[in-house]
């Protein structure tokens, strides 16, 4: 029963796929590039973590995010 | 146990005709996530065997819980039912929907279907995610049945409850033939039907044509309850003797023909008051409170962007359409032409165009095109929605936007809605909802939409399936979490998170993005619908990320 029902859910998958895309859902018309304001909101996460962890622990876990606070 | 419980085969292929095989592996009842590089031979054999190992635990796992409480199992069964893609759900609603207002709705039916699809919707997710496999082992073969049962008395109760679909019900409910000719008609009173634009229906009511002219005139009224046929009879007849008598003259030989559209005239307007009542009984005085809605519009400075091209409706009875559509929401044709411009350069052309009523009286517009380049090629489709809803407010749909790649560049998009959002700001528009898709999942929750109060859940739990597999240090899981429990939008937007693999929403092909952003692209997870109000904080940020995006 499962093999022939995971046959036939991925041809109904499929399906889905295709009516999604000929009835809507609302794909990417932006192009997600540089952006001065989603920088500024990243920084101000940036720190509130910070603050929840400690920049030292906030190195270690994430050195990347902790780089933004120094930038 | 260790088994290959699922496998995805991508068209991903390397130079040397290998091509990746991901597997999800569970030891230690923990799961992982490998990818192999193989010949479309050994992946086909691996194929065959993950797909009898899924059979072999179905079935082991089938006796193992055999002895499990029924109701629990089903209780579980339901729950979990809430948490698949709402698209066959809406279908089997909308099916016994249409049944039912025929007098069709065959409960047993129903519920045989029903169970069939959730089986098979229950199935797809399994294949794909361990979490579900295991539920999917409990599962006895009639569980889909008994809990399609649920679901079709759940349906007769909210049918007849709601009283939102009509007289209808099941073919038991159907009135007799012999029941219909009950009601007492004369051939006078038959003939004076047919003059009043009367018609029988199959309960025996006079089903009234007149109605939709002053619908049409009152554009969101909506009569609930019935009409007294007996009355408009009645004044029929009188009209008709006051006409002889008093207005046309006793030799007058087309008294009768003038008396009709006089009677007609007659019930509109009566039923125009009536109309009137129910609807401020329904939903309070709301002609008053589209004025309201209209005057804060008016106030505020309409700007017409001085880069954005044109709306084109080339259709002469497509403009027509249109032109009465903007005035069932209460605005203009110019004001649609404003909002859904193309921007300079491109042009957006209507194909379609439909103003509907709910059964609650919502009034609706809804309009779909083709983008278009200079050289008219095609660059893109377009799709939305605007309603009032009960208040008089205006709402904003965005079904569809899609461009090609060069498009988005260009910042076609980006203008476009942004247009469209300074617009919605004019017209007084509340609220803008729309579907994701794709790469759309991660880019419109980093915007600002927050996700619907049903979807909300489901888009937390994909998240946290997608974190507990990835490849990362316990202590960095956990700190993912802590994020995760928070603001789903502050989510998506923080950044500098280890990267990590996921499945690309379109090509199914291995990536790599930041933890947040890998979660909400990968194709696992499942499309949302969000919304966002047009005011506040939240809207004013969301203004300016998008113009940063065409000023950076």
Redesign the interface.
């Known amino acids: 029963?499962?093999?022939s029902?995971?046959?036939?859910?991925?041809l109904?998958?499929l399906k889905?796929a295709k009516?999604?895309s000929a009835?809507?859902?609302?794909?990417?018309?932006?192009?997600?590039?540089?952006?001065?304001?989603?920088d500024a909101?990243?920084k101000e996460?940036?720190k509130e973590?910070a603050e929840k962890?400690g920049l030292e622990k906030l190195k270690k876990?994430?050195?990347?995010?902790?780089?933004?606070l120094e930038e | 146990m260790s088994k290959i419980l699922q496998k995805a085969i991508s068209t991903q292929r390397r130079s040397d005709g290998k091509i990746p095989v991901k597997r999800m592996i569970q030891r230690g009842g923990k799961s992982f996530q490998q990818t192999y590089w193989v010949s479309p031979a050994q992946a086909k054999k691996m194929r065959e065997r993950a797909q009898k190992d899924v059979k072999g635990v179905v079935k082991a796992g089938k006796e193992v819980f055999t002895d499990l409480d029924t109701d629990a199992r089903l209780k579980k069964l339901y729950s979990m039912s809430l948490q698949l893609p709402r698209g066959f759900a809406i279908n089997a609603e909308k099916d016994a929907k249409k049944k039912w207002n025929n007098y069709e709705f065959d409960r047993d039916a129903h519920a045989k279907e029903f169970g069939e699809q959730l089986s098979q919707q229950v199935a797809i997710k399994a294949g794909s995610d361990s979490k579900w496999m295991e539920f999917y082992k409990t599962v006895r073969d009639d569980d889909w049945q008994k809990i399609g049962e649920k679901e079709a008395d759940a349906f007769i109760s909210r049918a007849k409850t709601r009283n939102a679909y009509g007289r209808g019900g099941t073919p038991a409910d159907k009135p007799p033939s012999s029941e219909m000719a009950t009601v007492p008609l004369t051939p006078e009173d038959k003939a004076a039907a047919e003059d009043l634009q009367l018609t029988l229906d199959n309960d025996g009511d006079f089903h009234r044509k007149v109605l939709s002219g002053v619908r049409a005139r009152h554009k969101r009224q909506w009569v609930h309850g019935d009409y007294d046929q007996k009355k408009a009879l009645d004044l029929y007849r009188q009209a008709i003797k006051d006409g002889r008598d008093k207005f046309y003259g006793k030799n007058d030989p087309e008294s009768r023909e003038k008396m009709t559209p006089w009677v007609v005239e007659q019930v509109a307007r009566d039923m125009e008051q009536m109309a009137r009542e129910n609807l401020e009984f329904v939903h309070g005085p709301l002609e008053e409170k589209i004025a309201t809605s209209k005057r804060e519009a008016a106030g505020r400075k309409k700007k017409k962007k001085k880069d954005m091209g044109e709306m084109v409706v080339e259709d002469e009875n497509l403009r027509e359409e249109m032109e009465s559509g903007a005035d069932f929401i209460d605005l203009s044709f110019d004001d649609l032409a404003d909002t859904y411009a193309a921007p300079e350069g491109y042009e957006f052309a209507i194909e379609h165009a439909e103003a509907t009523e709910s059964s609650w009286g919502v009034p609706s517009l809804e309009m779909n095109g083709t983008i278009y380049d200079d050289n008219m090629n095609q660059v893109g489709t377009m799709k939305r929605a605007l309603h009032r809803d009960e208040d008089g407010e205006l709402h904003a749909t965005h079904h569809l936007l899609k461009l090609n790649e060069y498009s988005q560049d260009e910042g076609v998009g980006t203008r476009m809605v942004l247009n469209q959002f300074e617009q919605y700001e004019a017209l007084g528009v509340r609220s803008v909802t729309l579907d994701t898709a794709w790469v759309g999942k991660y880019l419109w929750l980093k915007l600002g939409f927050k996700p619907t109060e049903e979807d909300e859940p489901k888009l937390r739990r994909d998240i946290s399936a997608f974190i507990e597999d990835a490849d990362l240090e316990d202590e960095q899981k956990s700190a993912v979490y802590q994020m995760l429990d928070g603001d789903l939008i502050n989510f998506a937007r923080i950044r500098g998170l280890p990267e990590v693999g996921y499945s690309d929403p379109e090509t199914g092909n291995l990536e790599y993005a930041p933890i947040n952003k890998a979660a909400l692209l990968n194709k696992g997870t499942n499309s949302w619908s969000g919304r966002i109000e047009v005011e506040g904080e939240d809207w004013d940020t969301t203004m300016e990320i998008l113009n940063g995006y065409l000023e950076d």
């Open positions: 029963m499962a093999t029902k995971t046959n036939k859910g991925e109904l998958r889905e009516d999604k009835e809507g859902g609302s794909e990417n018309p932006i192009k997600d590039g540089p952006n001065s304001v989603l909101k990243a996460l940036a973590l962890y876990l994430f050195p990347e995010m902790a780089a933004l």
